[in-house]
């Protein structure tokens, strides 16, 4: 079964600081690995998708990395904002009769 | 309407009753999606729907039911609530073809408590 795993479950850092969020995914076949930010009460929204073939990809202050051959994912956030306070989920392509395959987030929480 | 809207925002329910979800996207997207959401649990597929009058089952099927009338809506009902039917329902929509292909777009959710 193609899982995805994160890391850390949560995480509090000060404002203006940098971090960086990590996920291991066991998917097969891969086609495709993204992030989501889901803000505490709405939706996930999409933050970036990266192919097989992309081992960086920016999206503003939101930079993903993807590392094929050990299948893993990280998500750097460069000068937190207060407003980057969310919780940040891997996903993985489908599996089975599941279109995508969701981690179970990490939590960031930045604070003044 | 701009984008994917579910109704209601919210709602207690009493054990036994029957609900529904609404679910409504002017995205002219193909795929729709249902998930709950619970604490520590990620999000898990419900039901899915690849095209109008289609439907599938998702990772937890049990207890619900969805139907696909047309393109924009997809309701999900759950003919009589339980305790452990309480949690986050999130609506998404998908196109299956072009540069944005299985990018999901999801609603704001429905918070449900069953007591």
């Known amino acids: 079964k193609n899982q995805v795993e994160q890391s850390p479950q949560s995480l509090i850092i000060l404002e203006g600081k940098n971090c960086t969020l990590q996920c291991n995914y066991t998917v097969s076949p891969f086609s495709n690995l993204r992030w989501y930010k889901q803000d505490t009460g709405r939706g996930p929204v999409s933050l970036t998708i990266?192919?097989?073939?992309?081992n960086t990809k920016s999206n503003g202050r939101y930079t993903a990395t993807l590392d094929a051959d050990t299948k893993q994912s990280s998500l750097h956030i460069t000068a937190s904002q207060l407003s980057d306070s969310a919780s940040y989920i891997c996903?993985?392509?489908?599996?089975?009769?599941?279109?995508?395959?969701f981690g179970k987030g990490t939590r960031l929480s930045v604070i003044a | 309407i701009a984008g994917i809207t579910q109704a209601p925002t919210s709602q207690i329910l009493a054990a036994g009753r029957r609900m529904t979800l609404r679910c409504t996207q002017d995205?002219?997207?193909?795929?729709m999606y249902w998930y709950r959401q619970d604490l520590g649990l990620g999000l898990r597929l419900i039901h899915y729907s690849n095209t109008a009058g289609t439907t599938g089952k998702g990772e937890v099927p049990d207890g619900y039911s969805v139907s696909r009338a047309n393109t924009d809506d997809f309701p999900l009902t759950l003919a009589s609530a339980v305790p452990s039917q309480t949690s986050v329902y999130f609506c998404?929509?998908?196109?299956?073809?072009?540069?944005?292909?299985?990018?999901?777009?999801f609603g704001p959710g429905t918070r449900l408590t069953v007591l």
């Open positions: 998404a929509s998908s196109a299956l073809a072009g540069d944005d292909a299985d990018t999901q777009y």
């Open positions: 995205m002219r997207h193909n795929a």
């Open positions: 990266m192919t097989f073939s992309e």
């Open positions: 996903v993985g392509p489908p599996s089975g009769n599941t279109p995508l395959v």
